[in-house]
C-alpha cells in the first residue's frame, strides 16, 4: 500500500506537465478540404522548394491539404461566403506535422543554410524564432489552422499587398502601407473567416485559427500524403 500511494504521489507531481501535450498521429478526425470545398486551389508551398527553407519540408509527401473535421466545417462557411462576393480560397498550408516544424527549427539551426532569403530579406535568419515568425510548436499542427488567401473565381490574382510567409511587418493585417484595394481585399477575407469562427494572427493576414478547435493540446505527425 505504501508503494502504491508513493508512485501515485509521483504521478500527481508530474502527470499534469507531461500529459499538458499530447503527441498523436490519429488521423480519424481529419479530411481534406478539396473532399468539402470542391472549388478550392491548393498551392502547397512546404512539398515544394519555394518557401523560406529552399528546399522541400519533411512530412509534406504530396500536394494535399487537411483539417480537423471541426475547422474544414467552419472553413466551408467561408468558402460559401466569399463564393457570393465572386471569389474562391487558395489554399497554402493547412495541417502541418511535427516533423515539418522540426524541419524548420533544424533548418534555423544549421548556420551554414541561408534558405532563401527573399522570405526574411530585413531580419537575421536567427531572428526567425523569436516573436510570431517561427514556432517550435505550432497551431497549425493541431489541425485547425490554416493559411490562405482568395482569387477569383476564374483564377484571377487578388492583390493583398505581400505574399506568403514574408517575414515582415508588411504582412501585419493593419500594416497601413497598402493601397486601399490591398486593405480591402484582407478586409474581405478577414471578415469572412471572422465570420465563420476563425481568429486571426497579429503577424500574418493569411493566417487564422478555428477559436473553438477541438485539440488545444494535442500535436500530431501524420505525414501529408
Known amino acids: 500500500m505504501k508503494k502504491f500511494i508513493f508512485l501515485l504521489g509521483l504521478f500527481t507531481i508530474f502527470a499534469p506537465s507531461a500529459m499538458a501535450e499530447t503527441i498523436s498521429t490519429d488521423k480519424s478526425d481529419f479530411a481534406e478540404i478539396s473532399s468539402v470545398i470542391d472549388d478550392v486551389a491548393y ?64 533548418w534555423i539551426n544549421d548556420t551554414t543554410d541561408e534558405g532563401d532569403k527573399s522570405f526574411y530579406p530585413d531580419l537575421e535568419k536567427s531572428d526567425l524564432l523569436k516573436g510570431d515568425y517561427i514556432m517550435a510548436k505550432s497551431g497549425h499542427t ?15 490574382f487578388v492583390d493583398m499587398g505581400g505574399t506568403f510567409d514574408l517575414f515582415s511587418e508588411i504582412s501585419h493585417p493593419d500594416y497601413k502601407n497598402l493601397t486601399d484595394e490591398q486593405k480591402n481585399n484582407r478586409k474581405i477575407l478577414r471578415d469572412a473567416m471572422i465570420k465563420a469562427g476563425f481568429k486571426g494572427l497579429d503577424s500574418e493576414w493569411w493566417h487564422f485559427t478555428l477559436k473553438a478547435e477541438p485539440y488545444k493540446d494535442t500535436y500530431f505527425n501524420f505525414d501529408v500524403e
Not at 493541431?142 to 484571377?156: A, P, Q
Open 43 to 106: 498551392d502547397i508551398r512546404y512539398y515544394s522548394p519555394n518557401n523560406f527553407t529552399g528546399r522541400k519540408i519533411d512530412g509534406y509527401k504530396a500536394p494535399r491539404a487537411y483539417l480537423t473535421k471541426e475547422a474544414l466545417s467552419a472553413l466551408a462557411q467561408a468558402a460559401d461566403d466569399l463564393r457570393t462576393q465572386g471569389y474562391r480560397l487558395l489554399i497554402w498550408d493547412s495541417y502541418r506535422p511535427q516533423k515539418a516544424v522540426d524541419n524548420f527549427v533544424k
Open 142 to 156: 493541431r489541425g485547425s489552422t490554416v493559411d490562405l488567401t482568395i482569387i477569383k473565381r476564374d483564377g484571377g
